[in-house]
Nanobody, 120 residues
Framework: QVQLVESGGGLVQTGGSLRLSCAAS????????MGWFRQAPGKQRELVAT??????????NYADSVKGRFTIFRDNAKNTVYLQMNSLKPEDTAVYYC???????????WGQGTQVTVSS
């Protein structure tokens, strides 16, 4: 597994935008699926977006709650996965984590995450 470090969180007003970055300690080229998760206070961690390896074009998937507002993309040359978040809502407030899919239903080790707070 590569080590992943999230960054880019912060405080933003409703309707604002943020871009989160997930920097890997090694190559992510061979990692089939990367994902962004979030965990709001008192709630379970939820999968927000995933992106597959771009051998012939990546496939992305999104939670219904963020479709049309969030975009996940990866830059294999920079070993970084991004989450562009637009039209942010207070309910998007959470700690955001990136991770790498391993097999079955298993994801890799969790990092520190990055806090996103959307004020109303």
């Amino acid at each position: 597994q590569v080590q992943l470090v999230e960054s880019g969180g912060g405080l933003v007003q409703t309707g604002g935008s943020l871009r989160l970055s997930c920097a890997a300690s090694g190559s992510i080229f061979s990692i089939n699926t990367m994902g962004w998760f979030r965990q709001a206070p008192g709630k379970q961690r939820e999968l927000v977006a995933t992106i597959t390896r771009a051998t012939r074009g990546s496939t992305t998937n999104y939670a219904d709650s963020v479709k049309g507002r969030f975009t996940i993309f990866r830059d294999n040359a920079k070993n970084t996965v991004y989450l562009q978040m637009n039209s942010l809502k207070p309910e998007d407030t959470a700690v955001y984590y990136c991770n790498q899919f391993l097999s079955g239903s298993i994801w890799g080790s969790w990092g520190q995450g990055t806090q996103v707070t959307v004020s109303s």
